[in-house]
């Protein structure tokens, strides 16, 4: 199913991103897996290799998550773009909304326990808060049928070495949440995605 999913958006064009890219990046790891990260969207080198989180930020994310006991392979690792925006700008709010929808069915078909939501964006679109990422990271919340884990992105600590310790801490949250197997709430206050 997840393939299906894969080849319909290999050759997606519903947007200008279409154009520029050299291969879609739809995602990678364990489709069965309970963690699920999302970041952003591809730059330069996920774009060249098909794949997300290669570049020096995907470098920092394999070391972040053997810290915690984890390797790539035992998570689903995704992005809210599955092309890169030229010259590494943000994302549009057009473009997010186009392919939001991709992320969606992936979440769905993945069925993760734990979504971590890496940096602003990939926050906005998958608790609809506008609220910035520092104050809300490190806080679950419940989507649904899974915990969204907001968390900075990587990225941000290789832009702001002061950013570091905030990052690892992140990544030491989610182990807790992991291990915790938070129970979900069936009245919890749930936004709808899906
Ligand atoms: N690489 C990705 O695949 N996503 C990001 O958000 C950053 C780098």
């Known amino acids: 199913m997840l393939?299906?999913?894969?080849r319909e958006v290999e050759v997606c064009g519903r947007c200008g991103l279409a154009d520029s890219r050299t291969r879609v990046v739809f995602g990678s790891g364990n489709p069965k897996a309970d963690l699920m990260l999302v970041g952003e969207a591809p730059g330069y080198h996920e774009d060249r290799e098909g794949e997300p989180?290669?570049?020096?930020a995907g470098q920092l994310l394999s070391r972040l998550l053997e810290d915690i006991g984890l390797s790539r392979g035992d998570i689903y690792i995704g992005n809210v773009l599955k092309c890169p925006p030229p010259e590494n700008?943000?994302?549009?709010?057009?473009?997010?909304?186009t392919c939001k929808p991709y992320l969606l069915?992936?979440?769905?078909?993945?069925s993760p326990k734990i979504v971590g939501s890496l940096?602003?964006?990939a926050t906005r679109v998958l608790t609809g808060k506008g609220t910035g990422i520092t104050a809300l990271r490190g806080k679950p919340m419940q989507v649904?049928?899974?915990?969204?884990?907001?968390?900075?992105?990587?990225?941000?600590?290789?832009?702001?070495?002061d950013l570091r310790s905030a990052v690892e801490e992140d990544f030491r949250t989610l182990k807790e949440i992991?291990?915790?197997?938070?129970a979900l709430e069936p009245r919890?206050?749930?936004?709808?995605?899906?």
């Open 119 to 121: 940096g602003n964006f």
């Open 144 to 161: 649904g049928s899974f915990f969204v884990l907001p968390m900075f992105h990587p990225a941000a600590a290789l832009h702001r070495g």
């Open 53 to 56: 989180f290669v570049g020096a």
């Open 3 to 6: 393939d299906d999913l894969r």
């Open 188 to 194: 919890h206050e749930q936004m709808n995605l899906f």
């Open 105 to 110: 069915r992936q979440i769905e078909m993945i």
């Open 178 to 182: 992991l291990e915790a197997d938070l």
């Open 89 to 97: 700008r943000n994302p549009s709010r057009l473009e997010i909304e």
